[in-house]
């Protein structure tokens, strides 16, 4: 995989990442429950390994594929929760 395609793939989990930890942090009336605070956890730790990743010049491809990975996982079950 060319370093471009990495960088599109970390892009696209890093918005993902962002909406999700959005979704979590909104103003509710009520406390995240087990479940909720255990997948803002994860976001939190995916976008802090992207973070870094970028601070220290890049992704390899397994780098890259794991994080894809973990955020498609959660996307899929946090954005069913979405309120249009």
């Keep these: 995989m060319t370093k471009n395609e990495l960088n599109e793939i970390i892009d696209s989990c890093f918005i ?6 959005q979704h979590y942090t909104k103003p509710r009336n009520y406390s995240l429950d087990v479940i909720e605070q255990g997948n803002l956890d994860q976001i939190n730790d995916l976008l802090n390994d992207i ?25 899929d079950e946090v954005s069913q929760t979405f309120v249009s």
């Design 16 to 21: 993902h990442l962002t909406v999700m930890k």
């Design 51 to 75: 973070t870094n990743g970028i601070e220290l010049g890049g992704f390899n491809e397994l780098e890259a594929r794991y994080i894809y990975e973990d955020t498609e996982v959660l996307w």
